[in-house]
């Protein structure tokens, strides 16, 4: 059975842009990385769990910050290179991310010291357009860009350079 994971993708439009909010993950992994290493805010959640529940919950673990209401649009599943199944939901928001804190995790750092270090699960979370959007996500989740994109409430926005 796939590890499963849901998370929420916040969009807005600003002059004609639709901008997204992703996430960069905290850690010493990921410290030095940037395009390809960001993220819609998302987590896991076992087979049986709403994945809009469990989107909602990351979404604030992550942010620290609950998901804003209002109309939802369901971008699907993909599966990840690594097997991972992601569910993402899109909602329309203009949401400050200025008070944005992560939950953290901890870890042994460096590998093999014996000292376990805290870190954020999420170091950086910013507005981007999609076009920006498009080199910084994880390959494996560009297409949830895609998908919203395509959306029809979307029409006559474009991505931005």
């Known amino acids: 059975m796939p590890k499963l994971s849901a998370g929420v993708l916040l969009y807005r439009t600003r002059?004609?842009?639709?901008?997204?909010?992703?996430?960069?993950?905290?850690?010493?992994?990921?410290?030095?990385?940037?395009?390809?290493?960001?993220?819609?805010?998302?987590?896991?959640?076992?087979?049986?769990?709403d994945p809009w529940v469990a989107a909602q919950r990351e979404f604030a673990e992550e942010l620290g910050l609950s998901v804003p209401l209002g109309a939802r649009l369901e971008l699907g599943q993909l599966k990840q290179s690594g097997g991972k199944v992601v569910t993402a939901f899109a909602v329309h928001s203009d949401l400050d991310v200025t008070g944005a804190r992560s939950n953290t995790f901890e870890l042994e750092w460096p590998k093999g010291s014996g000292r376990l270090r805290e870190f954020p699960e999420v170091d950086r979370v910013d507005w981007f357009s999609v076009a920006q959007a498009r080199v910084k996500l994880l390959k494996g989740q560009v297409a949830f860009l895609n998908r919203l994109m395509a959306d029809p409430g979307l029409a006559g926005s474009h991505e931005g350079a």
């Open 15 to 49: 002059g004609g842009v639709v901008e997204v909010l992703i996430a960069h993950p905290g850690g010493p992994f990921w410290a030095r990385k940037d395009n390809g290493a960001w993220s819609i805010p998302k987590g896991e959640y076992t087979d049986g769990e």
